[in-house]
């Protein structure tokens, strides 16, 4: 068991608890609806998953799969946030730390989602960005399971760090590639908005994270 663990500090045998929470939280989504769970990490056919799940109920996002998956993704930021500061001069080491920081994660993307819902409304394109939202939301809960099992081996697991690494920069790709898709072809039924969209993407997609970085992660209040 020793040659698992080595990375956590003993002070922060609290990390085990939160990976413990996010695996119970995809039992309680495979309790759920186990089709749709194993559609949706299934990587190699996303037609497939919205193709079979992008009706009303499957859009509500208070429904508990929805506000379960909301978890998953502000859980894996702040994982990632975590283990990555590691890498800088003051890094991240206590359990109150982590919650702050999950709960500032937690409100940027509750209340992204608010504003982005006002944008559209006010720019008439609400039913438009509906499904560009929701193809958003499932990819980033697609990813942030992947992304839990990859935090996880690489604060207890012996594999070389290069391996592990890889594999996050294949996920940044690949959430990347899939996020120009998506609003490309918003773009391409919504070119006479395009500035608004551009704006959008600046002032709401981006700018949050540059926030919580400067507020929660550089001043480690």
């Given at each position: ?167 996050l920069v294949l996920i940044a790709l690949f959430w990347g590639i899939n996020q120009f898709t998506i609003y490309f072809s918003f773009f391409k039924s ?10 959008y993407l600046c002032t709401v997609k981006l700018a949050p994270w540059i926030w919580v970085y ?8």
């Amino acid at each position: 068991m020793e040659e698992w663990i080595y990375r956590p500090d003993p002070k922060a045998d609290w990390m085990s608890l939160i990976f413990l929470l996010n695996l119970v939280i995809l039992a309680v989504l495979y309790k759920l609806d186990p089709n749709r769970l194993k559609s949706l990490v299934n990587i190699l056919k996303p037609r497939i998953y919205f193709g079979k799940y992008s009706y009303e109920k499957e859009l509500n996002y208070f429904s508990y799969f929805n506000a379960l998956s909301f978890f998953l993704i502000a859980s894996s930021l702040t994982l990632t946030y975590f283990s990555l500061s590691a890498y800088s001069s003051n890094p991240l080491y206590y359990s109150f730390e982590y919650y702050y920081l999950l709960i500032g994660v937690s409100a940027i993307l509750f209340f992204r989602h608010i504003i982005t819902q006002i944008i559209a409304n006010q720019l008439g394109f609400q039913r438009v960005i509906k499904m560009a939202l929701y193809k958003n939301f499932s990819l980033a809960t697609q990813s942030s399971i992947i992304l839990i099992g990859l935090v996880f081996l690489w604060n207890y697991s012996s594999l070389p760090l290069i391996i592990i690494e890889s594999i996050l920069v294949l996920i940044a790709l690949f959430w990347g590639i899939n996020q120009f898709t998506i609003y490309f072809s918003f773009f391409k039924s919504r070119s006479e908005d395009l500035i608004y969209i551009i704006l959008y993407l600046c002032t709401v997609k981006l700018a949050p994270w540059i926030w919580v970085y400067l507020v929660f992660v550089e001043t480690k209040l």
